[in-house]
Every structure is written in C-alpha cells, then in structure tokens.
C-alpha cells in the first residue's frame, strides 16, 4: 500500500514535470515530503534546500517544495551523495536527510548490471522488459515505505546558506559581455569572465 501523503494528482504532475517514473524521482517525492511535512512549502515559509546530487531527484524536491534555482533556494553541492538538506529561515529548524542503502531494496544490483549492458551494448527486449520491471518494483517499493525507512535524519551539512545578494556586474574585457562581479577572474591585468579566463589559461 503506498504510504505517501503527496496526492496521486501532484505526483502524476511530478512526473510530467520529469519526464519519466523512476526510483530517483520516487525518492526526490519522498525527501519532498518529508520537507513539506515538517518545514512547509517554499512560497510560504522560506525554505531552502541544499541538494548534494544533480540526479532525477532534484526534480521532484524543486517540483514540490518550490525551492528552485532561479528563485537561489535550491543550491546544488556536488558531492554525489543521495543527500538533501532543508532550512527554515524563520525558526531555524533544519535536517539534512541520507538516503539509506537499503532503500532501493535488493534489484539494485539487477539495475546497475542492466544499465552498463544499455550504455555499452543496448539491451535486447527481454532484457529491457526485466529493466522496465526492476525500476517499477523499486519505484514502487519507495513510494510504499515508511520515510524513516527510506532516510536518515542527520545535523545539516552547515548553516543555512547567505540569501542572494545582489551583485553588481562588470564587463569581461575580452568577450565585452556583463558578468556578475563575484564571477570574474584577474589575469594578466584583465577583468574576464569564467570562459575567457580558461580559454587564456590554456594558451
Ligand atoms: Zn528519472
Ligand atoms: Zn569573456
């Protein structure tokens, strides 16, 4: 029986929204929830979140919380762990939630094996039918989890990051486009920007 409190309806938006249904996306709707339960929606209260993955999980917490990139609530540490730490400016609370080993249940093993065959080789239709079935069965196991079984609740990684300053901007004296000031780089005298900086470096 699923044990989620996100609505069918929210989560088949999520999955628009992604793309595809898949154990990651399982797991960003739980940690979501999880968020949404204890610290509120991002609109509301101010919420942010410090994800330490890029992974297809990113997309249901941004989906869900409304901690977003553009909005500079949903910060990226690209750590590649399966982590994702909330904040609430008002009152201080926080987590940082680790998703634990066991929560993809035992087709991990079947998953990883197919997946290198698919990158490496294509998958013949038998073979992508058992990793149609394995990512199903593990999706599903997600959502039927208690969230205490999926994660742990651990101290944040840190404090609860700066607001988004304004910045001034500068213009990159090779390209003449306008760079946010904490972007540029000095090199031989010149203000530049992140790109033309490499590309001076590499001469
Ligand atoms: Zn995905
Ligand atoms: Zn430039």
């Known amino acids: 029986m699923s044990n989620t409190t996100i609505p069918q309806e929210l989560i088949e938006k999520t999955i628009s929204f992604h793309g595809h249904w898949c154990p990651g996306l399982a797991i960003g709707i739980r ?9 509120g929606r991002a609109p509301d209260e101010e919420i942010v979140a410090v994800v330490e993955t ?10 869900l919380t409304g901690c977003t990139f553009g909005k500079g609530n949903l910060i990226h540490r690209d750590y590649g762990k399966n982590a994702f ?22 087709r991990g093993e079947d998953m990883g094996k197919l997946y290198k065959k698919m990158l490496e080789q294509g998958l013949t239709k038998e073979e992508e039918e058992a990793w149609n079935e394995a990512r ?13 079984d999926l994660f742990e609740i651990k101290e944040p990684a840190g404090p609860v990051p700066k607001r988004a300053r304004i910045m001034s901007s500068m213009v990159c004296e090779s390209c003449g486009e306008s760079v946010m000031e904490s972007r540029v780089r000095h090199f031989g005298g010149k203000v530049l920007c992140i790109p033309c900086f490499e590309e001076m470096e590499k001469r």
Request: aromatic share 10%; proline share 0%; glycine share 4%.
């Open 31 to 39: 940690a979501a929830e999880w968020a949404l339960k204890e610290m």
């Open 85 to 106: 730490n909330f904040y609430r400016r008002q009152d201080g609370k926080a987590a940082r939630l680790v998703v634990r080993q066991t929560a993809y249940g035992n």
């Open 54 to 63: 890029d992974m297809c999980a990113v997309d249901a917490v941004q989906f």
């Open 136 to 148: 199903a069965a593990t999706s599903k196991r997600i959502m039927d989890s208690a969230l205490t």
